[in-house]
């Protein structure tokens, strides 16, 4: 089993859908969890990022975290055509040297 | 213009041949990492490095070799031994828990 599983998708939405994000662990020792955003043939730049338990929210998206669950979500609302993306979910434990990421979800939001 | 800088964007190796990939940085990164990405499989940790003159195997690291001689520099060499070579490559400098990335070496083994 991997320490972070996330579905690879495609997931494919019109334009101005809720779109939820998720990724399941296995670790509990995680501490910092963050989601990427990686447009094609580009490399993964931060998006949010979350420390502990709790909500996040910055403009129309919004970082969940259920350690108890060892769930965490993105949700992004009034998608958006640019939102489309791959989105990868990563963990790491405090002091910790390597972050662990998820296979990534590919999103398609259509005009 | 400050970043990650990784050359070249495509690159093509015959089987058997040993290939270097570039990794630059200007935002005085102690730490560096190299990825490597295939379909479906998310990115996964090939070396990294904290310090100048130190480095660390990662996860996948057969077939692969670094150096760090300078902190602005972290070239990855891919060998003839690495038996799946073709994938995306991509390297990061690190600030606190946040990865920089570049954008990517494609390499395609011919």
């Known amino acids: 089993q991997k320490e972070v599983e996330q579905d690879p998708g495609p997931l494919s939405v019109p334009e101005g859908a809720i779109v939820s994000l998720n990724c399941t662990y296995s670790?509990?020792?995680?501490?910092?969890f963050m989601w990427y955003r990686q447009y094609s043939r580009k490399g993964p730049e931060l998006l949010m990022y979350t420390y502990s338990s709790g909500n996040k929210e910055d403009g129309r998206f919004t970082a969940q975290v259920d350690k108890s669950s060892k769930y965490i979500s993105l949700f992004i609302r009034d998608s958006q055509p640019s939102d489309s993306a791959t989105y990868l979910c990563a963990m790491e434990e405090t002091g910790g040297f390597k972050t662990i990421f998820g296979a990534g979800t590919r999103l398609f939001v259509k005009a | 213009d400050g970043g990650i800088t990784q050359s070249p964007k495509y690159l093509f190796r015959k089987e058997g041949q040993n290939v270097t990939l570039s990794c630059e940085q200007n935002?005085?990164?102690?730490?560096m990492y190299w990825y490597r990405q295939d379909p479906g499989q998310g990115l996964r940790l090939i070396y990294y490095s904290q310090i100048v003159n130190d480095f660390q195997k990662g996860d996948i690291a057969e077939g692969y070799s670094v150096s760090r001689e300078k902190k602005e520099s972290f070239p990855l060499t891919v060998t003839s031994a690495q038996k799946n070579p073709t994938a995306f490559y991509l390297c990061?400098?690190?600030?606190?828990?946040?990865?920089?990335f570049g954008q990517g070496t494609r390499l395609t083994v011919v």
């Open positions: 990061a400098g690190r600030q606190g828990k946040e990865a920089f």
């Open positions: 670790n509990s020792a995680f501490q910092y």
């Open positions: 935002l005085n990164h102690d730490a």
